[in-house]
């Protein structure tokens, strides 16, 4: 009677890629974002510090207004070619595989979606003026963002929650990848359900762990809060769930992250969650070199000497950074 006997090269494979996995989960790779809130995107994407690109519009909506975005800090849509040079640069930077997202909402700006037909209402207006829809009157032209970002910093996200679902029914009809991401309050797990983004909804959210989110931000040397609501965010029903933090130190107890305490603290711990997207940077003009400190070790895991780059070049996102594209940032570390 034959016996069965596990071929032996096949548990060395096994062994040897029980090694590989271990070792590429603890140090899961992650990508940076970042909020530019002004003009000079080239120079936001050209960093190298960057895979995502949440560019800030602020929007007037809502009591039955003519939804509009105002471009104002990008660019003046109404005057002759104001905008060329801002929908130029947004493909240059979507050519080197950064994603820019188009962010509504914000802590300002006279908005708010009063009911679900504002709410179906504004996402036509997205998909048909920056998104895959047509409109005569298309701002930017012919760019397309790669997705929406929504920012809600009013108390309810019933009907923001309901743009967002009414945008993914119009993405669903394209056959192009969009992404949609939100941006709660760390905090805002306490109250209502209303208070959160709905689940299910969206591709990523992006926490805030800064401002006035006193429970569940850094503060004075101590974790314990951030640790606490992020075990609770981390199971959010999205594919991902970023972390949204200061790239700079603003007021105190804003719940700034000085970037060695970061990456030695808080990263690792990050890391160990297989739903852990990566950071978002608020924002961009006071990034004094924070992304450039955290980011190494976006492609840290990439080591010179890696055999399995393509591996661990697998990106959150499910982002597929061909040869270097998007892999600026690993200066001479990295080898693709
Ligand atoms: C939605 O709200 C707007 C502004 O408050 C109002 O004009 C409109 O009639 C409302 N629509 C519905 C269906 O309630
Ligand atoms: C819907 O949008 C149109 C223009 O896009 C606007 O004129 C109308 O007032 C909006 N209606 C509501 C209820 O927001
Ligand atoms: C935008 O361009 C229009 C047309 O040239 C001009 O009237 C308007 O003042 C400009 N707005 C700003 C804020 O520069
Ligand atoms: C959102 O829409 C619903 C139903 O259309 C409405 O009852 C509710 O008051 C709206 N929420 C806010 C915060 O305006």
Not at 1 to 6: A, E, L, V, W
Not at 107 to 129: M, P
Not at 193 to 199: E, L
Not at 213 to 219: D, F, P, S, T
């Amino acid at each position: 009677m034959p016996s069965f006997q596990f071929p032996i090269h096949l548990l060395t494979f096994l062994y040897f890629s029980l090694i590989a996995v271990s070792t590429a989960a603890s140090r899961r790779s992650f990508e940076v974002g970042v909020y530019s809130t002004r003009n000079a995107l080239i120079d936001v994407c050209n960093s190298g510090n960057y895979q995502i690109i949440n560019v800030v519009f602020t929007v007037s909506l809502g009591n039955a207004q003519t939804p509009e975005i105002n471009l104002i800090d990008h660019c003046n849509s109404t005057a002759v070619d104001g905008c060329t040079k801002f929908s130029q640069e947004i493909k240059a930077c979507q050519a080197s595989g950064i994603k820019i997202m188009l962010s509504v909402g914000g802590g300002s700006g006279k908005y708010n979606l009063n009911n679900f037909t504002e709410a179906t209402n504004f996402s036509t207006y997205l998909w048909n003026n920056f998104l895959g829809g047509q409109s005569n009157s298309r701002p930017l032209n012919d760019v397309v963002f790669d997705g929406v970002d929504i920012t809600n910093e009013r108390s309810s996200w019933d009907n923001w929650s309901k743009l967002g679902e009414e945008l993914g029914k119009l993405y669903e009809k394209q056959g192009k990848k969009f992404y949609l991401s939100a941006a709660p309050q760390c905090s805002s797990l306490d109250s209502s359900s209303q208070s959160i983004p709905q689940p299910g909804i969206f591709d990523y959210i992006s926490v805030q762990f800064f401002g006035d989110n006193l429970v569940c931000q850094y503060l004075n040397g101590r974790f314990e809060g951030f640790w606490k609501f992020w075990n609770v965010w981390k199971t959010f029903s999205a594919d991902k769930v970023f972390v949204q933090m200061l790239a700079g130190p603003m007021a105190e107890d804003m719940g700034y992250i000085p970037p060695d305490v970061f990456r030695s603290e808080v990263l690792p711990e990050l890391q160990r969650s297989s739903k852990f997207g990566g950071v978002i940077l608020w924002s961009e003009d006071i990034d004094k070199g924070y992304s450039s400190k955290i980011n190494p070790k976006v492609c840290g895991s990439v080591e010179a000497a890696s055999e399995s780059a393509n591996e661990i070049a697998e990106f959150p996102m499910g982002n597929n950074y061909v040869g270097q594209r998007g892999f600026r940032s690993c200066r001479g570390s990295c080898v693709l």
